[in-house]
């Protein structure tokens, strides 16, 4: 014979597994936010990263002055932030503008949540057919991007573009000072 015995949860069973339940999510929350801020600062300085050495190995493969600059459209040259957006094209004549003939080889998306800042390539910077990199004048071949966001100072990145054309990441300026977010 079958008993008719209930089966579940009391309601102390209940009670006990939510307040637990609860502590572990009051204790996880912190470290998703985290490995989100993270991940949103790694994608940007990659993706920023990605266009120059997409810009450097086109404009030395095809000799041409390839550039990139800010775009919030990701079809025009703008006056933007690099937070908003870049677009990296073949720039025949060097105007840093996107003229018809002119190929657009890629296109980074706008980042929420950061900052990215350059002294040096405030709106643009373009690659030489010998890979160097310039902004406005042939003499400007290096500098860096500050890359930050709401956490501030502590959790700032630094993209350096070396004379040679090519970009690394690190936690110091140029120079060796500390960065800090504007």
Not at 45 to 65: E, P
Not at 127 to 134: E, I, L, Q
Request: a negative charge.
């Amino acid at each position: 014979m079958l008993s008719k015995r209930q089966i579940g949860f009391t309601l102390i069973e209940l009670v006990t597994t939510l307040a637990v339940s609860t502590m572990l999510i009051a204790m996880a929350v912190p470290g998703v936010n985290t490995f989100l801020m993270n991940s949103r600062q790694s994608s940007g300085v990659n993706n920023l990263v990605s266009a120059m050495h997409l810009a450097r190995s086109t404009a030395i493969t095809k000799n041409t002055r390839i550039t990139v600059c800010v775009s919030s459209d990701g079809e025009d040259c703008d006056n933007s932030d690099w937070n908003q957006g870049w677009i990296v094209f073949a720039d025949a004549d060097a105007d840093q503008t996107v003229d018809p003939g002119e190929i657009i080889l890629g296109a980074g998306a706008g980042v929420t949540g950061l900052t990215i800042e350059s002294t040096e390539f405030s709106k643009f910077f373009m690659y030489r057919p010998n890979g160097r990199v310039m902004n406005a004048t042939v003499n400007a071949n290096s500098g860096e991007f500050i890359v930050c966001d709401s956490r501030g100072d502590e959790h700032v990145r630094v993209i350096i573009v070396d004379s040679a054309g090519r970009p690394r990441l690190s936690e110091t300026r140029s120079d060796g000072s500390a960065p800090s977010c504007s």
